[in-house]
Nanobody, 114 residues
Framework: VQLQASGGGLVQPGGSMRLSCKAS????????INWYRQAPGNGRELVAT???????SYADSVKGRFTISRDNKYRKAYLQMNSLKPEDTAVYYC?????????WGQGTQVTVSS
């Protein structure tokens, strides 16, 4: 199983950014995809989840600003982030669970700063 995250970078407060996660090695449409983030000095935080059937859930801190989606045809998941705040600065990881094991992408840095 491989997950490849991309799309991070530097953005000003109030800006938008979209992260992508491409999966291989799994039957993509049968697996949930999670986005986590980890800021310096903090633990890894679950940001958003999309189930295999498309149901979504979000951390309170991003609700109304972030949207998780998936495209099963292209084996990709996305995290659309709007109204970004400096406190959203973190390394973002995509994740899935397959056969009882966690699999992680390599992480992509998102920095929100003026």
């Amino acid at each position: 199983v491989q997950l490849q995250a991309s799309g991070g970078g530097l953005v000003q407060p109030g800006g938008s950014m979209r992260l992508s996660c491409k999966a291989s090695g799994i039957v993509f449409n049968l697996h949930p995809i999670n986005w986590y983030r980890q800021a310096p000095g903090n633990g890894r935080e679950l940001v958003a989840t999309i189930a295999s059937g498309g149901a979504t859930s979000y951390a309170d801190s991003v609700k109304g600003r972030f949207t998780i989606s998936r495209d099963n045809k292209y084996r990709k998941a996305y995290l659309q982030m709007n109204s970004l705040k400096p406190e959203d600065t973190a390394v973002y990881y995509c994740n899935t669970i397959s056969r009882g094991s966690n699999f992680w992408g390599q992480g992509t840095q998102v920095t929100v700063s003026s």
